[in-house]
């Protein structure tokens, strides 16, 4: 084989090489990932029914809202870091952050609250927190964000002070306790039913009202300017770039469906915050 026939021979291998590499390149560009349409939303029992709520709104165009509960306030947030759901919906901006914080996950709120609720003070014993004896027994919620809520309810009400410039007091942040009250912690979604083993219970009114407690039979209630801090956000992971799910289930969610659902289901328990 001669020099002129080697030169020849090279060219057309490289030019059927570089011809199967642009048929590949322009196959791969070409090839567009199927748009997904059911959507796995992760909640918690006190939101499921607002979500389903919502559901018809969100079932259009062929996108089908799968509403995933989980038990505990943890595992929702887990589970969308792990990518088995598409996104959440069941806590306020500061529980979210301090979970990033503490757990060292990369979730994000998408836009503005949805709902919001307040916090009162239960009990089936007495009607005035004035009533309570020295040493009488009050449950508060055990995550940070809810914890640091009833504990500065508690303050609003004067039966505590906290330490100034703490944005999540805990029980070591208490400087003043006249009552020598016995602040107990425990599950949020327990604190209903613990109203008959304490004297009383700080308790979220979306939760009692899910628990069959009257909201507005609260002794007492948050500063009303603590309730706007609160509201429900729908999170995302922020790797997974979700913002369209995100904007069809915050536009399903923003409706009048859900206002009205709102007023009917939980009496001024839980208000729209859009």
């Keep these: 084989m001669n020099f002129k026939k080697i030169i020849v021979f090279v060219l057309v291998i490289g030019t059927l090489l570089s011809l199967v590499g642009c048929g590949k390149t322009q196959d791969q560009a070409g090839t567009k990932q199927p748009e997904k349409k059911n959507i796995i939303v992760g909640t918690s029992p006190i939101f499921k029914d607002i979500l389903l709520a919502v559901k018809d709104e969100f079932d259009k165009d062929g996108y089908t809202l799968e509403v995933k509960v989980f038990d505990d306030l943890v595992t929702p947030n ?10 959440n919906f069941y806590q306020h901006e500061p529980y ?10 990369n979730l994000v709120k998408y836009n503005g609250g949805i709902v919001k609720y307040f916090m009162g003070i239960y009990s089936s014993k007495i ?29 609003a009400n004067g039966l505590i002070k906290i330490k100034e410039g703490v944005d999540l007091p805990t029980k070591l942040d208490i400087v003043e306790n006249n ?41 007492a ?34 409706s009048e469906t859900l206002k009205k659902f709102l007023e009917e289901k939980y009496q001024g328990a839980v208000l729209p915050a859009f």
């Design 179 to 219: 009552k020598n009250l016995n602040i107990v912690e425990m599950d949020v979604l327990k604190l209903v039913t613990s109203l008959a083993d304490v004297d009383c219970a700080t308790i979220i009114s979306v939760v009692a009202a899910n628990g069959k407690l009257d909201p507005k039979s609260a002794i």
């Design 96 to 105: 979210l952050d301090q979970f990033n914080k503490n757990k060292g996950t």
């Design 221 to 254: 209630t948050e500063a009303p300017s603590e309730s706007d801090k609160y509201a429900i956000v729908i999170a995302l992971n922020k790797d997974k770039h979700n913002e369209a799910i995100a904007a069809r289930l915050e536009k399903a969610l923003k």
């Design 127 to 155: 009607k005035n927190v004035n009533e309570l004896k020295d040493g009488a027994t009050i449950a508060v919620p055990n995550d940070p964000s809810n914890r640091g809520r009833a504990l500065k309810a508690l303050q």
């Design 78 to 87: 887990i589970a969308l870091q792990e990518g088995s759901i598409d996104a």
